[in-house]
């Protein structure tokens, strides 16, 4: 048995959290999670989304498209080289992950591969 403390629940936030294996189980609810180490390995990373180019995105940056688009229901398509000011990063569906507002078009999602950091 360890002397160090069992972290709570991720689902249910129980106390009653214990070891089995490689896994920590709840009582209380039945979820079952990998257990922490020691090195702060286990901490999920920041996912990190570049453009085109390499350059890496943040939400609020501006962005200009580096090949034209074509927009479902739309006679005509973003065109490239279109700025596209304060971007949000997302997890999106498909790879779609920077979600903004593109003048003329509204509300959509891009893909980070089709846009170049201003």
Same mark, same amino acid.
């Given at each position: 048995?360890?002397?160090?403390?069992m972290?709570?629940?991720?689902e249910?936030?129980?106390? =009653?959290? =214990?070891?089995?294996?490689?896994?920590?189980?709840?009582?209380?609810?039945?979820?079952?999670?990998?257990?922490? @180490?020691?090195?702060?390995?286990?901490?999920?990373?920041?996912?990190?989304?570049?453009?085109?180019?390499?350059?890496?995105?943040?939400?609020?940056?501006?962005?200009?498209?580096? $090949?034209?688009?074509?927009?479902k229901? @739309?006679? @005509?398509?973003? $065109?490239?080289?279109?700025?596209?000011?304060?971007i949000?990063?997302?997890?999106?569906?498909?790879?779609?992950?920077?979600?903004?507002?593109?003048?003329?078009?509204?509300?959509?999602?891009l893909? @980070?591969?089709?846009?170049? $950091?201003?």
């Open positions: 048995m360890t002397d160090t403390p972290p709570p629940c991720p249910c936030s129980g106390a =009653y959290a =214990y070891e089995m294996g490689a896994l920590l189980v709840c009582p209380e609810c039945g979820h079952e999670w990998p257990a922490a @180490s020691d090195d702060g390995a286990a901490a999920p990373a920041e996912r990190v989304i570049k453009d085109a180019v390499g350059n890496v995105l943040a939400d609020g940056d501006t962005v200009t498209v580096v $090949k034209g688009l074509k927009v229901g @739309s006679p @005509s398509g973003i $065109k490239a080289g279109t700025k596209v000011r304060n949000r990063l997302v997890d999106g569906v498909d790879g779609h992950d920077i979600d903004c507002k593109v003048e003329g078009f509204g509300a959509m999602q893909k @980070s591969s089709v846009v170049r $950091k201003v």
